[in-house]
C-alpha cells in the first residue's frame, strides 16, 4: 500500500462521529494482538497544557536514557507527528504497513455500522509503533476526557490531570467537577495521580483517584500543594525561570513561556520521577529541551512575533498575560478561529488589539472571517479587516508593524500552522539527470502511479519538490500548466491538509510562474518569491554569510582541516595533542590551502569515553590562543556550550556541534558572541555502534529534521546565513544512506544555509572495499563530489589532497576561475 493511499484511509475515519467507551480501540487492538501489553505508559489528561506537559515529561526521561514515545494531538504539518519515538516522527512506511493491516478490519466494523474513529485508530497505530519500536515507556496525550477517551484502553503506570475547566460540556459534564471526575479515571493503579486541579475540580479528581500529588503555587486558592512552583518571569525573549519544589527544590528554565506552564513543568517533573531514577541534571535538561512548536513561540523580535495555539478563553488568557510581559507600541492581531469554538469569550479574553486581521484557516469548520471581523468590532477595535489567507494575512501585519511593534497569531494551532510556514516551508530541488530520477522525485510526494508515469518524462529541466495546502497546491498547478511546465501533486487530497507537489519546468517557465503568482491574493504570491529565490531566477546567489568581510565558503567550496587534540579520534588519535604538534599541524594545513581549522578535544567515535569540560577546555583552548593569528577562520568541534564559550573567548569564529543544539545553552552562546554555528544532523554523539534507524527518504529525512535546529537557533538570534548544515555522515546512517546524502547534497540548499560534508576516511568507504587505513583516495574522490554537488564546506584530515579535488571540480565548472 503507497504512503497516500493509507493517509487518505485514515483520514476517511473522520466522518465517523466518536462514541463513548475504549471497545472500539480495545477490539482494533486485539486485533493487532495486543501491543499494548509490551509496553509501559503514561497518560496526560486536562483541559490546558496536556500537550506541553506531555512534551516536557517525554524529553526528561530521554535525558534520563529511556527509549520513550509520545503520543499528541493534532498535528500542525504532517499526520505523522502525532507518533513520535525518541523525537522521530513515524515512518511512512510504519503507516502504510499499518493500515494494510488493519484495513480489513476497520471496513467490517464500518459495515456493522461500529467503526473505530480516526482518533480511535491513529491511538491503536502509536501503540503498535511504540511496541514495534521497543521503547521503555509511551507518553499519550489524552484527546477528551479520561474515562471513555481511545488512550484509556492502556493500563498507565503513571498519569497528570493538568487542570480543568469547562469543555466539551455536552459529552464530559456541566461542572468543573463532573469534568474532573471524567479526567481522573486516567489514574494509575499503582501510583498517586499527578494534578494541577484546584477547588471543586480537585474534590471531583480526589473522589475518583483516591491519592493524588497536588501541584500548584503556594497560597494560590488557598492551596498548598505537595509540589510547590513559582514562575520566575522570563530570563530572554524565548525562554522562563521556574522553580519546583517536592521538598528538594530545583531550578530550571523552560521554552515554554506563562505562568500556567510552571506548573505544567512541575507536574512533568513529577510524573518523571514516579517513572524513571531521573536526576536534577536529566530535569533541567530535559524541561528546557521541551520544544513545543505554536504554543507561545516566538519566531522574530523586529517586530516581536508570537504564534501561540490558544483555542478557548481559559487558554487566551494565559496569553494575555503571558504576552503582558514584553514591551511593544502596537499589537496588531491575525485571528483564526474555529466556528464551533466560543469565538466571542476568545476575542474578550485576548490582550486588547489595535488592529486585526481575520483570517480563515484551510479547514471547512473554520469561522467565516467576516463574521470572526464582527466579533471584533463588537470588543470595540476600530481598525478591522479580514485576509482570507493566513498566510497573506501574517506578512500583511509584519509589513506594516515597526520594529517595535507585535504581531500575534492565535485563535487556533491550524491558524498557528499555516502561520509557521512563513518560517519552515521548504522547496528542494531535485537533481533530474534521467527518466529513473524524474520517477524517484515524483515518487517521493506519494504521486500515484499513474502520474509518475505522465510527469516522468516531462520533468527534465528543473526540478522542484515542495508543500501547500490542497487548495493552493491545485491553483499552483493550474498556473504552472498554463505557461507550459508540469506540476504532480501527492495522491493524498485533502482541503485540511499539507500536500506535497512536483514542479518542473524551464527557467523561462518559472519566471513566468512567479510574475503570474505576485498577482494572487490566496498565499500563492509569498511561494512564488521563495520559488525565485530556490532557483536564483533574479540572478542573484544565495548568499553565504553576513558579516565582512564574507567567509571563505561564498566564493565556492572551501576547505576545513581538521586538528584533534585528543588521544582517541578515529583515524588521529595522539598525534597532535601536545600543542606544539597542533600549532605546526594548523600551519601545515594553512599552507596546503585549508580555510578553516576546526579544534577538536573530544572524540565522538564509536565507543569513546565522555571528556569532562574542564579536560575539553584544556585541550583546546592553548591550541586556539596558539594559531589565532593565522591567516584562516577557527571553529572549534564541541558539544559543550560552556566548552564553546571558552572557546569563542579564545579567537573561534565557529562551533561545531555535532549534536545538533542537544545542550540547550548551546545556541545562545553562539548568538551571544555574533559567531557562526554548524549544526549537524545526528541521532547520537558519540556514534552508537550498530544504531539502526529507518528512514523513508534519508535526504528528505535529514533535511526536515535540520529544518527545526535551524529555526532554534534563529529563534535565538542567529541569522540564518551564519548557520552552517551538516548531514552527519556516519551518525545513524548506513554507507548506502551517506552516498545517498553526498549524491543528492544540493538538495539541502533548500534550507537557506551553507552546507558542510564531512566525510574524512569514514566507514561508509567499506562500502566500496576501503578498509580502515585504506580511505585517503575515496575521500579525495568523495571532496571533487561534494563540491560539484554544491557543498560549501569539506570537513578532512588531509588538506593538500583535497584541496586539489576541490579545485579541480570548481575548475570544471569555471575553467577561468584560478588564472593568475
Known amino acids: 500500500m503507497e504512503y497516500h493511499e493509507a493517509a487518505e484511509f485514515l483520514f476517511g475515519l473522520r466522518r465517523f462521529r466518536p462514541k463513548p467507551g475504549t471497545e472500539s480501540t480495545a477490539r482494533l487492538l486485539a486485533h493487532l494482538e495486543d501491543p499494548q501489553e509490551g509496553v509501559e505508559f503514561v497518560q496526560i489528561a486536562g483541559s490546558n497544557g496536556k500537550g506541553s506537559t506531555a512534551r516536557m515529561v517525554e524529553r526528561t526521561l530521554r535525558?534520563?536514557?529511556?527509549?520513550?514515545?509520545?503520543?499528541?494531538?493534532?498535528?500542525?504539518?504532517?499526520?505523522?507527528?502525532?507518533?513520535?519515538?525518541?523525537?522521530?516522527?513515524?515512518?511512512?512506511?510504519?503507516?502504510?504497513?499499518?493500515?494494510?493491516?488493519?484495513?480489513?478490519?476497520?471496513?467490517?466494523?464500518?459495515?456493522?455500522?461500529?467503526?473505530?474513529?480516526?482518533?480511535?485508530?491513529?491511538?491503536?497505530?502509536?501503540?503498535?509503533?511504540?511496541?514495534?519500536?521497543?521503547?521503555?515507556?509511551?507518553?499519550?496525550?489524552?484527546?477528551?476526557?479520561?474515562?471513555?477517551?481511545?488512550?484509556?484502553?492502556?493500563?498507565?503506570?503513571?498519569?497528570?490531570?493538568?487542570?480543568?475547566?469547562?469543555?466539551h460540556t455536552g459529552i464530559l459534564g456541566d461542572t468543573e467537577a463532573e469534568i474532573a471526575r471524567d479526567k481522573a479515571h486516567v489514574t494509575p493503579a499503582d501510583a498517586p495521580?499527578?494534578?494541577?486541579?484546584?477547588?471543586?475540580?480537585?474534590?471531583?479528581?480526589?473522589?475518583?483517584?483516591?491519592?493524588?500529588?497536588?501541584?500548584?503555587?503556594?497560597?494560590?486558592?488557598?492551596?498548598q500543594p505537595d509540589v510547590r512552583v513559582a514562575y520566575e518571569g522570563r530570563v530572554n525573549h524565548t525562554e522562563a525561570a521556574v522553580s519546583i519544589d517536592d521538598g528538594s527544590p530545583l531550578e530550571a528554565r523552560i521554552p515554554l513561556l506563562g505562568r500556567h506552564q510552571a506548573e505544567n513543568a512541575g507536574i512533568a517533573a513529577t510524573v518523571a520521577r514516579q517513572v524513571a531514577d531521573v536526576s536534577d541534571a536529566d530535569l533541567q535538561r530535559g524541561l528546557r529541551n521541551a520544544h513545543w512548536p505554536g504554543r507561545f513561540e516566538v519566531l522574530e523580535?523586529?517586530?516581536?512575533?508570537?504564534?501561540?495555539?490558544?483555542?478557548?478563553?481559559?487558554?487566551?488568557?494565559?496569553?494575555?498575560?503571558?504576552?503582558?510581559?514584553?514591551?511593544?507600541?502596537?499589537?496588531?492581531?491575525?485571528?483564526?478561529?474555529?466556528?464551533?469554538?466560543?469565538?466571542?469569550?476568545?476575542?474578550?479574553?485576548?490582550?486588547?488589539?489595535?488592529?486585526?486581521v481575520a483570517t480563515e484557516p484551510g479547514l471547512e469548520r473554520a469561522e467565516d472571517p467576516d463574521a470572526l471581523s464582527t466579533v471584533f468590532e463588537r470588543t470595540g477595535v476600530s481598525d478591522v479587516r479580514t485576509i482570507p489567507d493566513v498566510r497573506d494575512a501574517l506578512e500583511a501585519a509584519i509589513a506594516e508593524s515597526g520594529a517595535d511593534d507585535c504581531v500575534l497569531v492565535t485563535g487556533s494551532l491550524f491558524a498557528v500552522a499555516e502561520a509557521r510556514s512563513r518560517w519552515t516551508s521548504l522547496q528542494v530541488p531535485k537533481r533530474v539527470r534521467d527518466i529513473d530520477d524524474a520517477r524517484e522525485a515524483l515518487s517521493s510526494a506519494d504521486a500515484t502511479e499513474s502520474d509518475v508515469a505522465d510527469a516522468a518524462g516531462s520533468a527534465i529541466h528543473r526540478v522542484v519538490k515542495t508543500s501547500l495546502r490542497y487548495r493552493q497546491a491545485t491553483a499552483f498547478r493550474e498556473e504552472l500548466l498554463r505557461i507550459g511546465g508540469e506540476c504532480t501533486l501527492s495522491g493524498l487530497r485533502r482541503n485540511d491538509e499539507r500536500i506535497d507537489a512536483?514542479?518542473?519546468?524551464?527557467?523561462?517557465q518559472f519566471t513566468r510562474l512567479v510574475d503570474r503568482l505576485a498577482e494572487r491574493s490566496d498565499g500563492l504570491a509569498a511561494v512564488g518569491r521563495e520559488l525565485e529565490s530556490t532557483l536564483e531566477l533574479s540572478g542573484e546567489a544565495q548568499s553565504g554569510g553576513g558579516d565582512d568581510p564574507s567567509p571563505p565558503w561564498t566564493d565556492g567550496t572551501a576547505v576545513m582541516g581538521i586538528l584533534n587534540v585528543t588521544p582517541d579520534s578515529f583515524h588521529d588519535g595522539g598525534e597532535f595533542d601536545a600543542l606544539e604538534d597542533a600549532v605546526a599541524r594548523a600551519e601545515a594545513m594553512i599552507e596546503a590551502g585549508a580555510d578553516v581549522i576546526d579544534v577538536g578535544g573530544e572524540s565522538?567515535?564509536?565507543?569513546?569515553?565522555?571528556?569532562?569540560?574542564?579536560?575539553?577546555?584544556?585541550?583546546?583552548?592553548?591550541?586556539?590562543?596558539?594559531?589565532?593569528?593565522?591567516?584562516?577562520?577557527?571553529?572549534?568541534?564541541?558539544?559543550?556550550?560552556?566548552?564553546?564559550?571558552?572557546?569563542?573567548?579564545?579567537?573561534?569564529?565557529?562551533?561545531?556541534?555535532?549534536?545538533?543544539?542537544?545542550?540547550?545553552?548551546?545556541?545562545?552562546?553562539?548568538?551571544?558572541?555574533?559567531?557562526?554555528?554548524?549544526?549537524?544532523?545526528?541521532?547520537?554523539?558519540?556514534?552508537?555502534?550498530?544504531?539502526?534507524?529507518?528512514?523513508?527518504?534519508?535526504?528528505?529525512?535529514?533535511?526536515?529534521?535540520?529544518?527545526?535546529r535551524i529555526l532554534l537557533a534563529e529563534k535565538a538570534g542567529l541569522e540564518r546565513e551564519d548557520v552552517i548544515v551538516d548531514p552527519g555522515i556516519g551518525f545513524a546512517k548506513s554507507a548506502p544512506e551517506s552516498f545517498e546524502l553526498l549524491d543528492r547534497l544540493a538538495e539541502f540548499r533548500a534550507l537557506g544555509c551553507p552546507v558542510l560534508f564531512g566525510h574524512s576516511h569514514k566507514s561508509m568507504f567499506a562500502h566500496i572495499g576501503c578498509e580502515s587505513g585504506e580511505r585517503l583516495e575515496p575521500t579525495v574522490a568523495a571532496s571533487a563530489l561534494a563540491a560539484d554537488r554544491g557543498a560549501d564546506l569539506v570537513r578532512v584530515h588531509d588538506v593538500p589532497e583535497n584541496v586539489a579535488a576541490v579545485r579541480t571540480a570548481l575548475a570544471a565548472r569555471d575553467p577561468d576561475r584560478f588564472e593568475p
Request: a negative charge.
Open 63 to 167: 535525558e534520563a536514557g529511556l527509549s520513550v514515545g509520545l503520543y499528541t494531538s493534532p498535528h500542525l504539518e504532517d499526520l505523522r507527528e502525532r507518533i513520535r519515538v525518541d523525537g522521530r516522527k513515524i515512518p511512512k512506511s510504519s503507516v502504510s504497513a499499518f493500515v494494510a493491516e488493519i484495513r480489513e478490519h476497520v471496513t467490517e466494523r464500518a459495515a456493522d455500522g461500529e467503526s473505530p474513529t480516526f482518533f480511535e485508530v491513529l491511538t491503536a497505530m502509536a501503540i503498535q509503533e511504540f511496541d514495534r519500536a521497543d521503547v521503555d515507556v509511551a507518553v499519550l496525550e489524552v484527546g477528551i476526557g479520561g474515562r471513555y477517551d481511545a488512550t484509556s484502553v492502556v493500563d498507565p503506570v503513571a498519569s497528570a490531570v493538568t487542570s480543568v475547566t469547562l469543555e
Open 193 to 223: 495521580l499527578v494534578t494541577g486541579a484546584s477547588g471543586e475540580a480537585l474534590e471531583g479528581v480526589r473522589e475518583v483517584a483516591g491519592e493524588v500529588v497536588t501541584v500548584g503555587f503556594d497560597g494560590e486558592d488557598d492551596r
Open 301 to 356: 523580535t523586529e517586530p516581536l512575533v508570537v504564534l501561540d495555539g490558544a483555542h478557548n478563553p481559559g487558554a487566551c488568557e494565559g496569553l494575555a498575560e503571558t504576552l503582558s510581559s514584553y514591551e511593544y507600541d502596537d499589537l496588531t492581531l491575525v485571528a483564526g478561529v474555529m466556528h464551533d469554538k466560543d469565538v466571542t469569550g476568545i476575542a474578550d479574553a485576548l490582550p486588547t488589539p489595535d488592529a486585526v
Open 502 to 508: 512536483v514542479l518542473s519546468g524551464t527557467l523561462e
Open 604 to 708: 565522538t567515535r564509536p565507543g569513546a569515553d565522555p571528556v569532562s569540560v574542564e579536560t575539553e577546555i584544556d585541550r583546546v583552548v592553548p591550541v586556539l590562543e596558539a594559531i589565532g593569528d593565522l591567516d584562516a577562520l577557527l571553529s572549534i568541534d564541541t558539544r559543550k556550550a560552556a566548552v564553546a564559550d571558552a572557546a569563542l573567548e579564545a579567537g573561534a569564529d565557529i562551533v561545531n556541534d555535532v549534536s545538533g543544539l542537544e545542550d540547550p545553552e548551546m545556541r545562545f552562546v553562539v548568538a551571544d558572541h555574533d559567531a557562526s554555528l554548524i549544526v549537524m544532523h545526528s541521532v547520537d554523539a558519540p556514534v552508537i555502534p550498530d544504531r539502526e534507524v529507518e528512514y523513508d527518504d534519508v535526504v528528505e529525512d535529514v533535511i526536515d529534521q535540520l529544518r527545526e
